[in-house]
């Protein structure tokens, strides 16, 4: 079975550029998570969804940030206007159910390197 | 806020040596799982512990859950430089969501 796919592996663009991030979870998940990877700040959820629908983006770091998820098998993270401070590693990971107080498995994609120069 | 922090940040050691890396918090957790992840990876899923004084072994690796809840683990015996990674603890504290330590990077030599 595929798992967690992300596209692209690698972006580099320049600041001010709109900059679109793409993620198609394990088919059957039910929730899928954004996270943002620096060295100085580790591993960081941005927003999550259950079935199709944000529950909490509180991670979510300004107004330039934006995350859909039109359907099951496909969702976006957007950065506009994008800034060098965005430079970061950005991985989509989708699971079964929430991990709450269960032991729930996160499945992690590949990560796509955003550099913003 | 929920706050984990691994210990040490770095761990360079020669293959056959032994080591063990931490994960502390203040706050309680109902679960905490343990993740590596290699260079260009995402993190991979190593075991889940959820029962205060819990011990789980997974071959050479053994990860240990606190009595009280906040804190775990791992010590590897007898490392392999297929062990090299970046040792990553996660809380599960709120609904659905895990707070991540920014993790232990092992170097092992040959």
């Known amino acids: 079975d595929a798992g967690v796919i992300q596209s692209p592996r690698h972006e580099v663009t320049e600041m001010g550029q709109e900059v679109t991030l793409r993620c198609k979870p394990i088919?059957?998940?039910?929730?899928l998570f954004w996270y943002r990877q620096t060295m100085m700040r580790g591993l960081e959820l941005l927003i999550y969804?259950?079935?199709?629908?944000?529950?909490?983006d509180s991670g979510m770091p300004e107004d330039r940030f934006s995350a859909k998820m039109p359907n099951a098998s496909f969702s976006t993270l957007k950065i506009q206007p994008s800034e060098p401070r965005d430079s970061a590693v950005y991985f989509c990971?989708?699971?079964?159910?929430?991990?709450?107080?269960?032991?729930?498995?996160?499945?992690f994609g590949p990560g796509t390197r955003l550099t913003v120069l | 806020t929920q706050l984990l922090e691994q210990s040490p940040q770095f761990l360079s050691i020669q293959e056959g040596e032994n080591l063990t890396v931490y994960c502390n918090s203040s706050?309680?957790?109902?679960?905490l799982q343990w993740y590596r992840q290699e260079p260009g990876e995402g993190p991979v899923l190593l075991v889940t512990?959820?029962?205060?004084?819990e011990v789980k072994k997974l071959k050479r690796l053994t990860f240990q859950f606190g009595d009280a809840r906040k804190d775990s683990s791992l010590h590897i015996t007898a490392a392999q430089p297929g062990d090299t990674g970046l040792y990553l603890c996660?809380?599960?504290?709120?609904?659905?969501?895990?707070?991540f330590g920014k993790g232990t990077m092992l170097l092992v030599s040959p």
């Open positions: 990971a989708s699971s079964a159910s929430g991990a709450g107080t269960y032991t729930d498995t996160q499945y």
């Open positions: 088919s059957g998940h039910d929730y």
């Open positions: 969804f259950n079935n199709n629908v944000p529950i909490d």
């Open positions: 706050s309680v957790f109902s679960s």
């Open positions: 512990v959820v029962t205060g004084g």
């Open positions: 996660a809380g599960a504290g709120g609904y659905s969501t895990l707070t």
